[in-house]
């Protein structure tokens, strides 16, 4: 099994996509490919590319104005772009933060804004990168591993967030916790406790390694192993062999709703301009303008040095979107569905590819969505079995895999369902 590093590794290195630029189709669309690597040449080819240490921390559409929006995809001219484009960035460098808007219909900047309250922009994956391997070249943490009888090739360390308890934090930085990945290929089964290395993110140096005295006793890896084969996950969805909805761009249509799925890298999916036809009134209404997970917050609630700081907003410090996982068709989605890419920009401001970030199907949920027998005419049964569309995705945030459905029925609910179906 690939560890959490191997695969935040991979992330990195894949190979970054151009192929795609066609036309936009709806106002919300996320920034495509060309778009990412238009802002970082903008940016990148600007006043800001003297500053020191440039990296891109967010890279995001500017959303036109709602009422705007409704105008206009009310218009005869749904067929042609939105006419403005904007994408909002977050860069840091020379240890300030810059909050830009960049116009892309004319490809300059309309304004720069030196950020200076309370808070950080969200780690890059670079950095977090990065800071997992710093022990691996301390010659203290080498010795400290030594001397508990630890193999050093068996270690793997990771990044934690560490929270605020009202102090003033000056500078930014990330706690590593490690776990020893021998006899167990689950590393999160075994973690070395009492080990603490406090790293500064802006100068990627550690600054102090807290080890507690003592013999580090780590849990047992019996029956911690994780299944080798990703199909020993089992369970096949029942399959819907006829699909009836349509994906155009990112509009999904599909019975009586139409809808714009979304994606960028702290949210992950987003729907919006949601409508539903109103069969009496003849008329499409709208639903939802637009909906995503605003935050997840995991607070472990342990006073001990090494776990109080763990109060984790998955989303906005690690994102859901630069979370989410490649679906494998089949055991993440049923047969029936489509996918959708995910992109967004990489410390380095150049676009990132997620394939199958999102999947979209239909299923059969077990349920009666109408019925009659007529007791007039003796055997005249009518009804339908309730079929829904499920909108789905994927967040990998640690040892967390956040299941996230967005499931649209036709009696004109949205059911949104967070979930989690570890085995461990
Ligand atoms: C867009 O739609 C309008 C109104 O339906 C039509 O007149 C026009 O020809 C269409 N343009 C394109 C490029 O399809
Ligand atoms: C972006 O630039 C275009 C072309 O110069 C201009 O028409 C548009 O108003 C600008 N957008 C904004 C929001 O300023
Ligand atoms: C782009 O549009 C903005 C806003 O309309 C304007 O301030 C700026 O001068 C334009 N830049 C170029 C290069 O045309
Ligand atoms: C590891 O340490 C050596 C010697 O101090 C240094 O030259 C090298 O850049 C360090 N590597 C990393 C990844 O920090
Ligand atoms: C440490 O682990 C590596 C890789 O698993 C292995 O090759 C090596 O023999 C181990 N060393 C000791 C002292 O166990
Ligand atoms: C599948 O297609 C058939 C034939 O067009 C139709 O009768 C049936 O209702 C469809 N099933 C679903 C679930 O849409
Ligand atoms: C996920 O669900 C499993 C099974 O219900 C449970 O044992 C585990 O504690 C849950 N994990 C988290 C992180 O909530």
């Known amino acids: 099994m690939e560890t959490f590093m191997n695969i935040l590794i991979t992330i990195l290195v894949l190979t970054f996509q151009f192929l795609f630029t066609g036309s936009h189709h709806h106002p919300l669309d996320p920034l495509n490919p060309n778009e990412i690597s238009k802002i970082q040449q903008i940016i990148t080819t600007s006043h800001l590319s003297s500053l020191p240490n440039l990296n891109f921390h967010f890279v995001d559409l500017d959303e036109p104005d ?37 116009n892309l219909t004319n490809g300059s900047i309309t304004s720069d804004h030196v950020y200076k309250g309370d808070g950080y922009p969200p780690l890059t994956l670079t950095e977090l990168v990065q800071a997992a ?30 929270g605020w308890f009202g102090e003033s934090i000056t500078r930014r930085a990330v706690k590593l916790s490690c776990f020893y990945r021998e006899r ?48 020993s996950f089992g369970e096949r969805p029942d399959p819907i062999n006829n699909r009836s909805f349509t994906i155009n761009g ?4 599909w019975k009586n709703w139409r809808f714009h799925v979304g994606f960028n890298a702290r949210a992950g999916v987003i729907i919006s301009t949601t409508s539903i036809f109103d069969s009496g009134k003849q008329e499409w209404r709208r639903v939802l303008y637009r909906g995503h997970i605003s935050e997840t917050f995991v607070p472990y ?15 906005g410090e690690f994102g859901f979107g630069r979370s989410a996982v490649s679906l494998v068709p089949l055991i993440d989605c049923p047969s029936n569905a489509a996918y959708l890419d995910g992109y967004m920009a990489g410390g380095d401001g150049l676009p990132q590819k997620v394939p199958r970030a999102i999947c979209i199907f239909e299923r059969y949920t077990g ?34 895999d956040y299941i996230l459905d967005w499931e649209f029925k036709q009696t004109g609910s949205i059911k949104v369902k967070v979930r989690n179906r570890s085995k461990t």
Request: charged share 20%; hydrophobic share 35%; net charge positive.
């Open 367 to 400: 349920d009666i969505a109408w019925r009659h027998t007529e007791v007039n005419w003796y055997s005249r049964e009518s009804g339908e079995s309730e079929v829904n569309l499920v909108v789905r995705m994927v967040a990998t945030v640690g040892n967390y």
């Open 184 to 231: 167990t290929n689950n590393v999160f089964s075994m973690p070395i406790e009492g080990l603490t290395i406090l790293v500064n993110i802006e100068s990627m140096q550690i600054t102090s390694i807290i080890s507690k005295r003592g013999k580090t006793t780590l849990p047992e890896a019996d029956g911690t192993q994780l299944f080798s084969s990703v199909s």
């Open 133 to 162: 391997r710093l022990p691996f070249n301390s010659s203290k943490f080498k010795d400290l591993v030594a001397r508990r009888g630890l193999n050093i090739s068996g270690i793997t360390c990771f990044p934690f967030t560490i």
């Open 66 to 102: 709602k009422k705007d929006v409704i105008k206009w995809l009310s218009s005869e001219k749904q067929n042609q772009s939105f006419p403005h484009r904007q994408a909002k960035v977050v860069v840091r460098g020379g240890g300030k933060t810059h909050e830009i808007i960049v």
């Open 250 to 253: 990112h509009n999904i249509n």
């Open 301 to 315: 609630m342990d006073p001990s040095s090494e776990w109080y700081y763990r109060t984790f907003f998955d989303v």
